[in-house]
């Protein structure tokens, strides 16, 4: 069965780092093309980044480009998302997402990051 | 930056019905179109990807047609299980996009 878990969300001032991690197993992890997605709140779904499986170059949306960086440990099966320079809009629910393609077939259930003061 | 345009933002109706979903591009995404459901609380799930083809272990009462810039995700008979917001999404270009969703509800 595949299963991802996102965990290392919580609550961070403006300008405060967090790291959020993403635990997989069920399928080849390190042949996957990983993302990170999110949801503001009462908002829909927004791509945030991606990372692919055999030379980890990765892509981000321009509103995180410079701030975030995607990594993966295929020894671990987990993704991760290093998150700098946090910003009030960046609160959402963070979800990972992957697939064998680029299309994202599993999906985590999210962790939630809360930026405030 | 590709848009992605869904239509209607809301539609109430009732189980058994049939519902044609829509989703227009700002610019041509050849066939490179996904249709994601996501209910409260749980993962999103991809329900078709490149345009018409449905994701394993999807009922087929799920369907998708289009290229280019205009696309359709339709429901056959509504399942009272159906009931969710449902998000198009392109993987043509970067970055990638998302449409605004569509909220289907219960009548």
């Known amino acids: 069965e595949v299963q991802l878990l996102e965990s290392g969300g919580g609550l961070v001032q403006p300008g405060g780092s967090l790291t959020l991690s993403c635990a997989t197993s069920g399928f080849t992890f390190s042949s996957y093309i990983m993302n990170w997605v999110r949801q503001a709140p009462g908002k829909g779904l927004e791509w945030v980044s991606t990372?692919?499986?055999?030379?980890?170059?990765?892509n981000y949306a321009d509103s995180v480009r410079g701030r975030f960086t995607i990594s993966r440990d295929n020894s671990k099966n987990t993704l991760y998302l290093h998150m700098n320079s946090l910003r009030v809009e960046d609160t959402a629910l963070y979800f990972c997402?992957?697939?064998?393609?680029?299309?994202?077939?599993?999906w985590g259930r999210g962790t939630l990051v809360t930026v405030s003061s | 930056e590709i848009v992605l345009t869904q239509s209607p933002a809301t539609l109430s109706l009732s189980p058994g019905e049939r519902v044609t979903l829509s989703c227009r591009a700002s610019?041509?995404?050849?066939?490179?179109l996904a249709w994601y459901q996501h209910k409260p609380g749980q993962a999103p799930r991809l329900l078709i990807y490149?345009?018409?083809n449905r994701a394993t272990g999807i009922p087929a009462r799920f369907s998708g047609s289009g290229s280019g810039t205009d696309f359709t995700l339709t429901i056959s008979s509504l399942e009272p299980e159906d009931f969710a917001v449902y998000y198009c999404q392109q993987r043509n270009n970067w970055p990638r996009t998302f449409g605004q969703g569509t909220q289907l509800e219960i009548k």
């Open positions: 997402a992957g697939g064998s393609t680029w299309n994202l077939f599993y």
């Open positions: 610019q041509s995404v050849s066939i490179y």
């Open positions: 490149d345009a018409s």
């Open positions: 990372v692919t499986g055999g030379d980890d170059s990765a």
